[in-house]
């Protein structure tokens, strides 16, 4: 499964320590040039989309190292009437960098910069820098990090952007909790690029572009080129390594693996029940399990296991009872033990360690739970996982992962992070080989998110048991009526009550829908 290490959960170099990082100072930029067809560089810039369903062919990508550098390539693209998207990591999961339309990809891949930011006394990241990257270097440089992504090879820019989550999110909230400003370049009417800095401060004139920007979604308003992260909680005034949290010494890696053949339809359900059942116990700020990060995999049966798989902090008191604890908890009840496997490991070896890998096509769905699923839904699960729907060889699964904690202490109108109550998020995944059929594939995974929100319109419609869908993980078929048929719009799934506001932004910054795409926020 390639793609799987998108959001598993279990190469910069040190950063100097001190006021800026070793990166910050950087080589000379190069020339901004544009890669076209005939460059040898442009076929691994086009391709290097983590999603390999899709493959763009724009005019020309451009390669920029510094904020003037994107202004002047979005005003040349802008004056060329071309349309643009943007790529930093390159894990969007639909079309909206390799859409056709696009005929102008900004490639901020070159803008790796972390360094601490003096005159804001913040930590300034540029959007191009992969979540290893930043881990290692703020690690190194000041023993800090930021509560962003479990996987080391996603990009700042879109991962930001879409309120990311992952290990120590529970412990201290996600990423954009922590976003004190960030650099923008806008377009305005008249067709003019300009870079503005958007802050955390209610008095900023700017301040909405900021908030838009803490979970409002990729795509939508600018070209971000520098974030500023700073715990709102700190002493502005405090020393570098006071002003981020600090992450553990050392991670827990766990397992515990069931097989399928060793499981029927009530060993399942039981499973399923008992994980969620835990994290509805589970998953408030104070409990001693907020520095875990788990994810329970019920993969597809073709696979032959299920695995359940975290990270703990290992310094807590009795971290390794805290994990037998939960993988009893989880099993209760279920006829097979699972194989179990424990590994202490060193904080950046756990979260930090960037490996290139291939592209697959794949195809993800996502919802937000705030409880467990109900019996119901949990049946139709395990009917397209081994029951009569499953299929034929179907590389597939659902992944269950820990949400909560600190997460939701914060108001759902202070970020553009609606969702703010939810214990879990559910994660449907199917992908497979260039040369398999993918409709069937297409079909399977839409029919098991269906069947899991019949009762609310084949979509995780905000109510007792759901809260709608995560932007990071964007699905267009929300947006299809076909498969939508709950009367609640794409938007309302995804930001709830704050569209309105994320409109009146894009109103005022971009009014020319110059950033656009099948979700995109709608002036």
């Excluded at 910069?12 to 067809?37: C, D, I, K, L, N």
């Excluded at 909206?96 to 910069?113: H, N």
């Excluded at 650099?183 to 870079?195: F, L, M, P, Q």
């Excluded at 590389?395 to 969702?419: C, E, F, I, K, M």
Aim: one cysteine or more; hydrophobic letters at 40%.
């Amino acid at each position: 499964m390639t793609r799987r290490k998108v959001l598993a959960t279990a190469a910069a170099g040190a950063a100097a320590v001190g006021a800026t990082s070793a990166a910050a100072a950087g080589p000379t930029p190069r020339a901004p040039g544009p890669v076209g067809p005939e460059d040898p560089r442009y076929r691994s810039l086009t391709t290097r989309g983590a999603n390999a369903r899709f493959v763009g062919k724009p005019d020309y990508v451009r390669l920029v190292e510094t904020t003037e550098q994107v202004v002047d390539a979005v005003r040349h693209a802008v004056g060329e009437g071309k349309r643009i998207a943007v790529r930093s990591g390159g894990h969007c999961f639909e079309d909206f960098v390799d859409a056709p339309e696009v005929r102008v990809v900004i490639d901020m891949s070159p803008m790796r910069r972390v360094s601490f930011d003096e005159e804001r006394r913040a930590f300034e990241v540029e959007p191009g820098a992969l979540l290893g990257e930043v881990y290692r270097q703020l690690f190194l440089g000041w023993g800090v990090t930021i509560p962003a992504g479990a996987t080391a090879e996603v990009g700042v820019g879109g991962h930001v952007l879409g309120g990311g989550y992952g290990t120590l999110s529970r412990r201290h909230g996600l990423c954009v909790d922590h976003l004190e400003a960030v650099e923008v370049v806008v377009v305005d009417r008249a067709g003019g690029a300009r870079a503005v800095v958007a802050t955390r401060d209610p008095g900023d004139p700017h301040h909405d572009l900021w908030w838009a920007h803490t979970g409002g979604g990729g795509g939508n308003f600018g070209v971000v080129t520098r974030y500023w992260f700073r715990d709102p909680r700190a002493d502005r005034d405090a020393a570098p390594a006071r002003l981020l949290p600090s992450p553990p010494a050392a991670m827990l890696t766990f397992s515990a693996t069931w097989g399928w053949h060793d499981l029927d339809a009530r060993d399942f359900a039981r499973l399923l029940r008992n994980h969620g059942e835990w994290y509805e116990r589970n998953s408030a700020p104070d409990s001693p399990y907020a520095g875990m990060l788990s994810a329970l995999m019920a993969n597809h049966r073709s696979l032959g296991f299920l695995p359940l798989s975290g990270l703990l902090d290992a310094t807590l008191p009795g971290a390794h009872r805290l994990v037998d604890a939960y993988v009893d908890a989880v099993g209760r009840g279920v006829g097979a033990r699972p194989v179990r496997t424990v590994e202490e490991r060193p904080w950046l070896q756990s979260v930090a360690a960037v490996q290139e890998g291939g592209s697959a096509p794949f195809k993800i769905k996502s919802g937000y739970l705030r409880r467990r699923f109900t019996d119901r839904q949990i049946a139709a699960v395990h009917d397209h996982l081994a029951g009569g729907r499953a299929g034929e060889g179907i590389s597939g699964s659902l992944w269950l992962v820990s949400y909560g904690g600190r997460v939701n202490t914060v108001a759902p109108d202070a970020t553009a992070v609606a969702q703010r109550d939810s214990v879990l998020k559910a994660i449907y995944m199917t992908d497979w080989k260039p040369e398999q059929d993918a409709g069937s594939r297409l079909e399977w995974v839409r029919s098991l998110y269906r069947s899991v929100y019949a009762d609310s319109g084949g979509v995780p419609a905000p109510g007792a048991g759901s809260d709608g869908a995560f932007i990071n993980y964007p699905d267009t078929d929300l947006a299809d009526p076909a498969q939508n048929t709950s009367g609640v719009p794409w938007h309302e799934l995804y930001y709830k009550g704050n569209y309105a506001r994320l409109q009146r932004v894009k109103a005022a910054y971009d009014p020319r829908d110059t950033f656009r795409h099948k979700l995109g926020v709608r002036p």
